[in-house]
C-alpha cells in the first residue's frame, strides 16, 4: 500500500518482501524504497523502520541511516535503542492501542504506523485513502473505514508527537501515476499481449505468481489456464497446446524445470515452439524455496539428452521482463524451438514502477505452410536457414505426424526399421544439421550484451539477469561520485550466445569484475567456455539474500585497489 | 461412413506378424471411418512402445511423443483446439507404468478424449521385461523368478477415477472393438478402450488361445452399463472368465464443458492474438 501510494504520487519505487517458507510466523519484511528518479534495486539502508515485534528491531536497527527513524510499539516492542547510529531517532507509539479502537484484533497496527510514515515524510494522505480503497476493495465497506481510520489517527499522531524527517526527494510538481509492478506481473502481461493462449503450471515459489495471475486473468484474457498434476504434465501439455497452433507458456521453479527436462528436448526434436518461465530461487534440491539465487544458468543450457536448439533470454529489469517475454513467443516461432526465459525471486517477486510499456506489440509468428502444399508434406523439409514451414492439425492438406524419435522430411521416423540403412543415417545427420542450424542462425540475430554506464571505466562489471538492477545503481551512484569509473556488460540474450560481439567488449575493458547470485560463477565459466576470456574476479553470492550496493561497491574498491 | 483407404499410411506397420496391435489399427481406422472424421480433423497421440507406433500407420495428424507423456500432449492439443478429435493410443508400460498419474488426473477431468491402450501385459519393445499389468508369479526377463508385485487393474482404476466411458476389447475380435472404440470417440468425456492385444514375440501365457478360451461380452448378458457397483464387480473378474464389452457408461460435463474459456465457444487456436482492452489491462497496474 505504501509502494502503491509513492507510485500514484508520482515517484519511483522498488519493493522487496522477504519472507520465509511458513504459512504463518517468522520473520518477515518487507522493504520499499522511493525516489524521483527509477529505483534500481532494494538498496543497503532504511529511512523509516517499522518494526511490529522485538526481532525486527534487533535485526534492521542497524541498517537504519542517520537522520532516519525506527517506529515501533511503545507496549509490545522491547527496544533499547543502542543499536540505532547516532542520528536515528526511536520513534515509540502506542501502535496497538491505537489500532484496538477500530478492531478488537489489532491488526491494523501496520496500518496504523503507515499513517505515521505517511505523515513523516509529507506524502499525500488523499491517495493513501485512494490506495486503501482498491487494497479492500473486495471487502466490507467497514473494512475500508476501519483502515482510513487507523491510518489518519496513525497520521495524527505522529503529527502531534515527532517532527518530519528531511526529505530531499521532491514530490513531481505534476505527479503522473506510475504503473507498479512484480517481474511475474510483467512476465504475465507480456505473454497476453503477446497472444499467449495456453498457459500450464504447478505451483512452485517463485513461479506461483504467474499462475494466480493468468487465473485471474484467464476469461478477460481469453488464456485457457491448466494446473497440472505435475511438471511433466505441464510442459507435454504446453508442448500439445503449441503444437495445436496456439501461443503457450510454461512457468516454474528449478525443481519443477528438472521434471521437465525430457520434454525440452521433445520440443527441440517436434521444432515445436514453447516458452518456458524458469524462475530460480536457491538450490539444490528443494534448497531455500523463498530465496533467490542465479544457479541454475548451467542447467537452462544443458537440459535434456542430446544437441537440440534453444533459446534463453534473462530479463534484466521489471520493464525488460515484459519485453523479454513478448520477444520470446516471437523467438519460439520464429526458429521452432523452446525459449527458457531466466527469471529468478527476486526480479519474478520484487515490486517495481516502471515508467511506460509499449502496448505496440509486433508478432512474428514464423514461416506457415499453406494448404496447396506439394505433397507428401514435408513438415521438416531441410532448408538453408533450417526452418521449415508449420502445419497444425485441422489444416488440410498437410498431414504429418510430430515425433520424438528421429524422422525424414515428412516426419515418418527412422528409428526403429530404417536405423542403420545409409540412406537413413544420411537423413538422420540432415536433420540434426537443419535443427542446429537454427541456432547458428539464431545466434547471428541475438543482440550483444547491453553495456550500461561510460564508455571507458576503470572497472566493468560482468552480470546477467536481475543482478543487472544493483549492478546499473552502483555503476549510476557510486560510478559517479568516486572517482573510480565504472560500466557494466549485463548478458539478456545469453543462448545461444553471440561470443563475435561480447568478445571485444569484455577484451577492451581495463579489469572486469564478475557479479552473479550463484556459487560456481555460472555465466563467467559460459563466457570462457565461448570466448576463452577468463574473469577471475568474482562477487559471488549464495547465501539466498539478493546482493546489495554496499557489497558490490566493496568489491569494486578491493580489486581496483590492486595492482593499483 | 468414409473409405477406408482415406486413412491408409503411406508407411507399413513395423509390428512383428500377428502382433494384437494390428487388430486395433484396423479396429481404430474402422471407428473413425464409421464416424466420417475427416483425417485432417483427426490428432493421434502416442506415447513410447511397439503400440506407440501406431500414429504413423494412420493417414490422420499425429503426435509420436515420449514414454508416458501422452496424455499430456493430448490434453494441451485438446484445450487449444476442441474441433479436433482426439485418440490418444499406447501400451500398458506407457499409460499404466511410467504416466500412470495423468491416466488418473485425466479421468477425473473428464476431457473429452478416447484413451486406446494395447494391453499386452509385458514389454515388448524392450525385449520383454515384466509390465504393469503383469500377472503375479510372471517370469520375464526382469523377473526371472516370476514377478511379486499385484498387476494393476486398469478397469477398475478407470471406475474409481471418474472416466464416464469404460471399456475393454480384444484384438482377436476386431469388428467388436471397432464398435467399442466408435461408441468411445462418440461418448462426451472421457473414454478408456484397454485392448488385449497379444505379444506373440514375449508373452508365451496371455496368448490369443488364452483370451479367446476365457472371453464373453457383458453385451450378452443382459448387463446394465450405469451400474458402476455392478462396474467394479465385473471389474474384478478374471478367471476362469474375462468379461469385455462396456463396463460403465454415463453423462457428466466435460472438462470443455466446464473450463470458463472454453466454454465461451471460440477454440484459443482461431481467437485473435490481440487483447480487446489493453488499456484496462494496463490501468490495473496503477
Given amino acids: 500500500m505504501f509502494a502503491r501510494t509513492c507510485s500514484r504520487s508520482g515517484f519511483h519505487c522498488y519493493g522487496l518482501n522477504s519472507y520465509q517458507s511458513a504459512i ?23 529511512d523509516i523502520l517499522i518494526a511490529l515485534n522485538s526481532e525486527s528491531a534487533d535485526i534492521h536497527a542497524p541498517f537504519v541511516s542517520p537522520g532516519g527513524v525506527i517506529i515501533y510499539d511503545k507496549d509490545r516492542v522491547k527496544f533499547s535503542g543502542n543499536l540505532l547510529s547516532q542520528k536515528a531517532r526511536a520513534l515509540p507509539m502506542p501502535l496497538g492501542q491505537i489500532s484496538r479502537k477500530f478492531d478488537k484484533n489489532p491488526i491494523m497496527q501496520n496500518t496504523v504506523a503507515l499513517g505515521a510514515a505517511l505523515y513523516l515524510l509529507g506524502l499525500d494522505f488523499k491517495v493513501f485513502e485512494t490506495v486503501i480503497g482498491d487494497t479492500f476493495g473486495k471487502k466490507k465497506e467497514s473494512v475500508i473505514t476501519a483502515n482510513i481510520q487507523a491510518a489518519t489517527s496513525g497520521y495524527e499522531y505522529a503529527k502531534s508527537n515527532f517532527s518530519q524527517l528531511e526529505v530531499t526527494a521532491k514530490p513531481p510538481s505534476n505527479p503522473r501515476p506510475k504503473m507498479l509492478m512484480t517481474g511475474n506481473q510483467a512476465i504475465c502481461l507480456g505473454a497476453v499481449m503477446a497472444g499467449c493462449k495456453f498457459y500450464a503450471a504447478y505451483p512452485m515459489t517463485p513461479a506461483s505468481g504467474l499462475l494466480h495471475w493468468m487465473a485471474a486473468h484467464a476469461t478477460r484474457c481469453g488464456v485457457v489456464v491448466k494446473q497440472a498434476e505435475d511438471e511433466l504434465a505441464v510442459i507435454n501439455m504446453g508442448i500439445g497446446a503449441a503444437h495445436a497452433g496456439v501461443r503457450a507458456m510454461v512457468g516454474t521453479s528449478g525443481g519443477g524445470f528438472s521434471l521437465m527436462v525430457e520434454a525440452l528436448g521433445l520440443a527441440g526434436m517436434t521444432e515445436t515452439p514453447i516458452v518456458i518461465v524458469e524462475s530460480q530461487r536457491a538450490g539444490p534440491s528443494t534448497g531455500l524455496p523463498t530465496k533467490t539465487e542465479q544457479g541454475d544458468l548451467n542447467m537452462m543450457l544443458g537440459a535434456s539428452q542430446g544437441d537440440f536448439p534453444r533459446i534463453v533470454l534473462s530479463p534484466l529489469t521489471v520493464e525488460d521482463a515484459y519485453y523479454a517475454t513478448i520477444e520470446a513467443f516471437n523467438l519460439a516461432e520464429r526458429f521452432q524451438c523452446p525459449v527458457i526465459l531466466a527469471s529468478d525471486l527476486l526480479l519474478s517477486e520484487h515490486i517495481e514502477t516502471v515508467d511506460s510499456l509499449s502496448k505496440d506489440v509486433l508478432i512474428d509468428r ?6 496447396t502444399q506439394q505433397q507428401p508434406f514435408l513438415r521438416y523439409r531441410v532448408t538453408e536457414t533450417g526452418i521449415s514451414p508449420r502445419a497444425i492439425p485441422g489444416n488440410p492438406g498437410t498431414i504429418f505426424v510430430a515425433a520424438s524419435d ?25 536433420q540434426m544439421d537443419k535443427r542446429m542450424r537454427k541456432l547458428e542462425v539464431a545466434r547471428t540475430q541475438m543482440p550483444p550484451p547491453k553495456v550500461y554506464g561510460p564508455q571507458e571505466a576503470d572497472i566493468t562489471i560482468v552480470c546477467w539477469g536481475s543482478t543487472f538492477g544493483v549492478v546499473s545503481e552502483v555503476v549510476d551512484t557510486f560510478g559517479k561520485t568516486d572517482g573510480i569509473r565504472v560500466n557494466a556488460i549485463a548478458f539478456r540474450n545469453i543462448w545461444p550466445f553471440n561470443a563475435e560481439k561480447a568478445e ?56 581496483t585497489s590492486r595492482n593499483a | 461412413m468414409l473409405e477406408l483407404s482415406k486413412y491408409k499410411s503411406e508407411t507399413r506397420p513395423d509390428w512383428c506378424p500377428g502382433c494384437g496391435d494390428f487388430g486395433v489399427l484396423n479396429a481404430l481406422v474402422q471407428a473413425v471411418a464409421n464416424l466420417e472424421i475427416d483425417p485432417k480433423d483427426l490428432l493421434v497421440v502416442s506415447g513410447i512402445g511397439c503400440s506407440s507406433n501406431l500414429p504413423g500407420f494412420i493417414h490422420a495428424y499425429g503426435f509420436h511423443s515420449l514414454h508416458g507423456r501422452a496424455i499430456p500432449i493430448a490434453t494441451g492439443a485438446r484445450l487449444a483446439n476442441p474441433e479436433l478429435t482426439v485418440v490418444v493410443t499406447g501400451g500398458d ?24 491402450v494395447m494391453n499386452n501385459q509385458i514389454y515388448g519393445l524392450t525385449t520383454g521385461q515384466a509390465s504393469p499389468t503383469s500377472q503375479k508369479s510372471f517370469v520375464t526377463k526382469s523377473s526371472p523368478m516370476g514377478t511379486i508385485e499385484e498387476p494393476v487393474n486398469p478397469i477398475a482404476l478407470a471406475l474409481v477415477s471418474g472416466a464416464t466411458y469404460v471399456a475393454r476389447g480384444f484384438s482377436g475380435d476386431p469388428k467388436h472393438l471397432a464398435e467399442l472404440i466408435e461408441k468411445g470417440i462418440k461418448h462426451k468425456g472421457f473414454a478408456l478402450v484397454d485392448v488385449f492385444s497379444p505379444c506373440v514375440t514375449w508373452n508365451k501365457v496371455n496368448t490369443y488361445d488364452y483370451f479367446r478360451q476365457r472371453v464373453y461380452k457383458l453385451n450378452d448378458t443382459g448387463y446394465d452399463t450405469s451400474d458402476l457397483g455392478m462396474a467394479l464387480e465385473k471389474s474384478r473378474e478374471w478367471d476362469p472368465k474375462i468379461p469385455i464389452g462396456i463396463f460403465y457408461e454415463t453423462t457428466k460435463p466435460t472438462y470443455e464443458e466446464l473450463d470458463p474459456v472454453l466454454r465461451t465457444g471460440t477454440p484459443p487456436v482461431k481467437a485473435s492474438l490481440s487483447q480487446s482492452d489493453v488499456d484496462g489491462l494496463f490501468n490495473e497496474f496503477i
Avoid at chain 1, 24 to 46: I, L, P, Y
Avoid at chain 1, 366 to 371: K, L
Avoid at chain 1, 513 to 539: H, M, P, W
Fill in chain 1, 504 to 559: 571485444p567488449l569484455l577484451k577492451s575493458a581495463k579489469k572486469v569484475l564478475d557479479v552473479e547470485c550463484n556459487y560456481s560463477a555460472q555465466l563467467a565459466r559460459l563466457i570462457r567456455a565461448e570466448t576463452g576470456f577468463e574473469i577471475k574476479d568474482r562477487l559471488l553470492k549464495y547465501d539466498g539474500e539478493p546482493i546489495y550496493p554496499y557489497e558490490v561497491i566493496g568489491k569494486i574498491r578491493e580489486v
Fill in chain 1, 406 to 430: 528421429e524422422h525424414d522430411e515428412s516426419g515418418v521416423v527412422i528409428s526403429d526399421v530404417l536405423a542403420g540403412i545409409p540412406k537413413y543415417v544420411a537423413e538422420r545427420k540432415k
Fill in chain 1, 366 to 371: 514464423g514461416e506457415w505452410a499453406n494448404s
Fill in chain 1, 24 to 46: 504463518r510466523g517468522g520473520h518477515v519484511w518487507f522493504q520499499v524504497r522511493g525516489s524521483e528518479q527509477k529505483v534500481k534495486s532494494h538498496g543497503d539502508n532504511v
Fill in chain 2, 93 to 116: 508400460g506407457d499409460g499404466y507404468g511410467i504416466g500412470l498419474g495423468h491416466f488418473i488426473h485425466a479421468m477425473r477431468r473428464n476431457l473429452d478424449i478416447t484413451y486406446i
